[in-house]
């Protein structure tokens, strides 16, 4: 168990629809980064917060934004979904945003467009 | 721009033998080195980095990395392999100072280890 929560662990939505992730970090990591895992793409970097604030982007369509709260959660909204967006969600926290910090993953939102 | 490579998709190794996964990285200036493990549907985990001195890593469940400066390489090796080591394995890339702080991952390679 890395310390790191996800909720849901299961969404199944239909297109157009938009549906919210939650990520709780690690007590003490203040760093929350969120990726996408599909079968085609691999991994993909889609945005970081340290400490309330947005810190690094990625490969982040506009439909999609996070943002990370006082108590340090994050929220990932996807809108608008389309069938492309299927695929797992998985966040990470470290403790802070440093180069030599490992990330601890939790165990992913699986999302399924129809 | 950093970026990695993991040449093989699958690696195919008997229990028992000793099993190398491949990564080749490309970054400017002395990199931070990582390698995650991923279980069937679980996140990924961290195995062992390599941030600065000995060139041999060791990290967990028995595995060890090798950072070989000259060839760019961060090789993840074990001695004898378990069939319970079968999961999809990621190389990581941090460089060590400015720029992005995010991670450049490999595209995972499948360890598949026959009993």
């Known amino acids: 168990d890395s310390g790191v929560t996800q909720t849901p662990k299961h969404l199944i939505t239909a297109t157009g629809q938009r549906v919210t992730l939650r990520c709780s970090p690690r007590?003490?990591?203040?760093?929350v980064y969120w990726y996408q895992q599909s079968l085609d793409q691999g991994l993909q970097f889609l945005i970081q917060y340290y400490n309330g604030e947005e810190r690094a982007k990625g490969n982040i369509l506009e439909r999609f934004s996070a943002q990370q709260f006082p108590d340090l959660h994050s929220e990932l909204n996807l809108s608008s979904l389309e069938l492309g967006d299927s695929a797992l969600y998985f966040c990470?926290?470290?403790?802070?945003?440093?180069?030599?910090?490992?990330?601890?993953f939790g165990p992913g939102t699986r999302l399924t467009v129809l | 721009a950093q970026s990695v490579a993991q040449p093989e998709d699958q690696v195919n190794v008997a229990e028992g033998n000793p099993l190398t996964v491949k990564c080749t990285y490309s970054v400017s200036g002395n990199p931070y080195l990582f390698w995650y493990v991923q279980y069937p549907n679980r996140g990924l985990q961290f195995l062992l980095k390599?941030?600065?001195?000995?060139?041999l890593v060791k990290g967990s469940y028995g595995f060890e990395a090798e950072f070989n400066k000259s060839q760019t390489s961060f090789h993840l090796k074990k001695p004898s392999a378990l069939v319970s080591d079968s999961a999809l394995y990621f190389c990581a890339v941090r460089p060590p100072s400015g720029g992005s702080y995010i991670p450049t991952f490999g595209r995972g390679t499948s360890l598949i280890v026959h009993p």
């Open positions: 390599y941030i600065t001195g000995d060139n």
């Open positions: 007590s003490g990591d203040l760093s």
């Open positions: 990470a926290s470290s403790v802070a945003r440093g180069q030599s910090s490992e990330q601890f």
